[in-house]
């Protein structure tokens, strides 16, 4: 029979794709206590695991070392988990952006959301006046808000052209060029001092994380999820065009209302801790398309986990590499990104890894 | 299942694009739209599955409106091909095909689902390249997946717009023999846009022909298919033969201005 062959190549090939998510998680996880041991102060791996047994498992009595104890937990341990919510968030968010827009070009950047974050940011640096709080929290929230803000207004304006990608890409666009132009306007006006704050916020950064701020975005993170998992079917069927995607039961305006909405709500949620991160919302879905195909059911996971394994490695070179100064994360992460994905696209046969 | 269109009137604004269009189609019926570009063959599919809202008319489906339906019950009723299909991030064909199951998908896959696509790749000859991304087949293969996209959501009704344009000969008779198969074998009924008269004449049961978004004529195939109403909707002189039956045409001339100015063939 020739359909137990066929039965048996799928069974391989999906079998071969649940592998590929356990092996990347685990590459992941892997890569956290080697993460957590680099630093200004490098510490052994035995300390750290040493570190995080003692706090996990507190009745296993193993004496805790102070000094490592607050290495761990209170400076590096917060900003992994930050980069790895963050990573993960992001690439998640582009994924669904690139999909919903059929664009391989599209992110939550093209949407406007960057530039109204950044500018609610100079906002806060530079005049002081914002949303909520203030000072850093001033700062967070008016990031927060106007990157919301700013989509509220892609879809206003994209909804009198019945929401097609066409009408939120340019929509998005005219709303990004108008953002950044505030800005600019904005640092014009500045100080020095104040300028160089806008423009270390606009490069990125996670240094200032905390576990407060990882439970913000690991909650958005992780109600959205479902959400999106949820979609990944209407995903694909709006990748084969509105008309198919209706014809197979796709109600494709709102489908593509929540999707952007809710990639949103965790591009913003990230942001507005750690400043614009590019490049990872672009480019990891790519990479993700590449070794999966263009199935959601798998792209989304393996891209969020993608994400997560490019921005952890990028924002542990960027503590390390030129001490005690650090580069940017922005900077880093294309610098990491880059030769990967151009390795990917020379190498990659035609057609998929699996 | 019988389907019926009554009245149906469509407009993007301004001037009306369908006018007054109704039909019926009977259990293992195929109906052909036929009749030049921007007649209004596709906006007539689209309104039966509610890709767009005609202004005016009914749709009914033994003999119920479909306006009560949810979208996902419109789903499992009508298969639908569109023209052309963008490719931007193309799935696998198995996934492809996989993707006709979605009306009957809450969270996840079942086994009624893969067995249904297994069946339907057998049945269509897709197995060689199940695991092909589909923007890398050919014309022909691309088509074949397509209408087993369709297959695969179990519909009641085809709806095919131009399924057999930029296909060779060969895949041209292949897919149409398959689709009334199908349609006689397990009495669905069919609705295709087309562009060849020959084969709409061969394949079909009723031909409804456009012009200028109404309906000019309508009936049984050799009703339709002659000389006086191709003059009138398509501006050409034609010769008509019958063969089993069915009307072929063979096109002759252009009409311009009621005179023939040009011989096709002398």
Redesign the interface.
């Known amino acids: 029979m020739?359909?137990i062959?066929?039965?048996e190549?799928?069974a391989r090939?999906s079998a071969r794709k649940i592998l590929l998510v356990i092996c990347s998680l685990a590459v992941l996880v892997a890569l956290i206590p080697v993460a957590a041991s680099v630093g200004a102060a490098s510490l052994p791996i035995v300390d750290v695991f040493r570190a995080i047994a003692a706090r996990i498992f507190p009745f296993l009595n193993l004496g805790i070392n102070q000094s490592a104890d607050t290495i761990v937990w209170d400076l590096r341990l917060p900003r992994i988990a930050m980069a790895i919510i963050a990573g993960g968030g992001l690439a998640l968010s582009g994924t669904v952006i690139?999909?919903v827009m059929?664009?391989?070009l599209a992110s939550p950047f093209t949407l406007g959301i960057s530039a109204a974050a950044g500018f609610g940011a100079a906002l806060a640096i530079i005049f002081g006046v914002g949303v909520s709080g203030s000072g850093e929290s001033l700062l967070i929230s008016n990031a927060f808000i106007f990157a919301l803000l700013a989509t509220f207004v892609v879809f206003s304006l994209a909804k009198l052209r019945r929401m097609t990608p066409e009408a939120l890409i340019l929509a998005g666009i005219a709303v990004m060029y108008l953002f950044s132009a505030l800005t600019s306007s904005l640092q014009y006006i500045g100080t020095t001092e104040q300028v160089n704050s806008v423009v270390f916020w606009l490069l990125g950064s996670l240094a200032a994380s905390t576990w407060k701020n990882v439970l913000f975005v690991t909650f958005i993170f992780f109600v959205s999820l479902p959400v999106l998992i949820?979609y990944s079917?209407?995903l694909?069927?709006m990748?084969?065009?509105d008309?198919?995607a209706?014809?197979?039961?796709?109600?494709t305006k709102r489908a593509r209302l929540i999707c952007l909405m809710t990639a949103t709500l965790i591009t913003a949620s990230v942001v507005c801790f750690n400043g614009v991160i590019g490049f990872i919302c672009l480019v990891s879905p790519h990479i993700a398309?590449m070794i999966v195909?263009?199935?959601h059911r798998f792209l989304l996971p393996i891209s969020c986990i993608g994400g997560a394994i490019l921005l952890l490695i990028s924002d542990t070179l960027a503590r390390i590499a030129f001490q005690p100064s650090e580069i940017p994360i922005g900077i880093m992460t294309a610098f990491i990104g880059v030769p990967f994905f151009v390795y990917l696209i020379l190498t990659r046969r035609?057609?998929?890894f699996l | 299942m019988r389907l019926e269109l009554a009245g149906i009137q469509f407009s993007y604004g301004s001037g009306d694009i369908l006018r007054d269009v109704g039909f019926k189609v009977e259990d293992g019926e195929i109906l052909s739209l036929v009749g030049p570009n921007g007649s209004g063959k596709t906006t007539i599919l689209?309104c039966i599955?509610?890709?767009l809202k005609p202004k005016r008319g009914k749709v009914l489906l033994e003999g119920k409106n479909i306006d009560t339906m949810k979208?996902?019950d419109?789903?499992?009723t009508?298969g639908?091909i569109?023209q052309?299909?963008?490719v931007?991030?193309?799935?696998?064909v198995?996934?492809?095909v996989l993707?006709?199951r979605?009306?009957y998908?809450r969270?996840k896959t079942g086994k009624r689902d893969?067995e249904a696509v297994?069946?339907i790749?057998?049945l269509m000859g897709l197995?060689e390249m199940?695991?092909?991304?589909f923007d890398?087949l050919s014309g022909g293969e691309k088509q074949r997946a397509l209408v087993a996209r369709a297959f695969a959501?179990e519909p009641r009704v085809l709806?095919f717009d131009e399924p057999i344009s930029n296909l060779d000969l060969r895949y041209q008779l292949e897919i149409l023999d398959i689709v009334s198969g199908m349609v006689r074998g397990a009495g669905l009924s069919a609705v295709m846009a087309m562009h060849d008269l020959n084969l709409a004449s061969r394949f079909s049961d009723k031909i409804v022909m456009l012009k200028k978004g109404e309906i000019f004529a309508a009936g049984r195939c050799q009703d339709v298919i002659n000389a006086d109403n191709i003059r009138e909707v398509y501006g050409i002189e034609v010769a008509v033969y019958v063969d089993s039956g069915k009307p072929q045409v063979v096109p002759v001339a252009c009409v311009r201005e009621g005179k023939n100015i040009e011989k096709v063939c002398s």
């Open positions: 020739h359909s062959r066929l039965e190549r799928y090939l690139q999909g059929r664009n391989p949820k079917w209407d694909n069927a990748a084969a065009g008309e198919t209706i014809a197979l039961g796709t109600n398309r195909g263009s199935d035609r057609g998929y | 689209k599955n509610r890709i979208l996902r419109l789903a499992r009508f639908y569109p052309s299909s963008p931007s991030f193309p799935l696998t198995f996934d492809m993707l006709g979605k009306p998908i969270w893969y297994f069946k790749i057998e197995d199940a695991f092909r991304a890398e959501q709806l």
